[in-house]
C-alpha cells in the first residue's frame, strides 16, 4: 500500500513498492498525460514534478516518494489548460505528434520556477527532454516568451 498526493489529492494504492511511480500514476491512478517513452529516465516523456522538481518518473519507485511530498502531474498543472506554458506551446506550433510535450511543459514549468529568466545557455542545459520531431526551437521560443512575460499572439 502506498499513500500519495497528487495534484492536491491524497490517494491511497495498493501496489508494490518497487513498481515505478510513472504506472501507478497511469494504470492506477488513471492520469495518462504522463507517458512512457523509454524507461530508462533518458527521453522525458514521463516528466512529473515532486516537491517542484522535474523528475522522471518512469525510473522512480512509488516507495521512494512519501505521502507528504507533493506530486504535480499535466493535469494538476493547469486543471483548465489555461497555464502560460500550455498557451506559449500552441501559440508557437510547438506540438507535433504531441507524445512528449507534457514531459517537456512538466520540466519546463520547474526550471522557470526555479529560475524566472532563463538564458539561452539556461534553456539548453535544463531542457533535456527529447523531442523525436525536433521541435526544440519553438520549444525555446515558448520557454522565452514565458521568461519575458511577453503577451501571446504574433506580430
Not at 517513452?37 to 516507495?63: E, F, K, L
Not at 507528504?68 to 489548460?81: A, N, R
Not at 526551437?137 to 519575458?148: G, L, P, S, T, Y
Request: aromatic share 4%; with cysteine.
Amino acid at each position: 500500500m502506498a499513500k500519495l498526493t497528487i495534484n492536491g489529492k491524497m490517494i491511497d494504492v495498493e501496489v508494490d513498492g518497487d513498481t515505478p511511480l510513472l504506472w501507478v500514476i497511469r494504470e492506477q491512478i488513471g492520469l495518462t498525460g504522463t507517458k512512457y517513452g523509454c524507461g530508462v529516465a533518458q527521453c522525458g516523456a514521463c516528466t512529473v514534478h515532486i516537491d517542484g522538481v522535474a523528475t522522471r518518473s518512469c525510473s522512480m519507485p512509488v516507495s521512494a516518494v512519501t505521502a507528504e511530498q507533493k506530486i504535480i502531474t499535466i493535469e494538476g498543472l493547469s486543471p483548465d489548460g489555461n497555464h502560460p506554458l500550455q498557451k506559449a506551446w500552441i501559440e508557437h506550433d510547438v506540438p507535433q505528434c504531441g507524445f512528449c510535450q507534457s514531459g517537456m511543459i512538466m520540466a519546463a514549468a520547474a526550471m522557470l520556477q526555479a529560475n524566472p529568466k532563463p538564458s539561452e545557455a539556461d534553456i539548453a542545459a535544463e531542457m533535456t527532454n527529447i523531442c523525436r520531431c525536433g521541435t526544440y526551437n519553438r520549444v525555446k521560443a515558448a520557454i522565452q516568451q514565458v521568461a519575458a512575460g511577453g503577451e501571446l499572439g504574433r506580430g
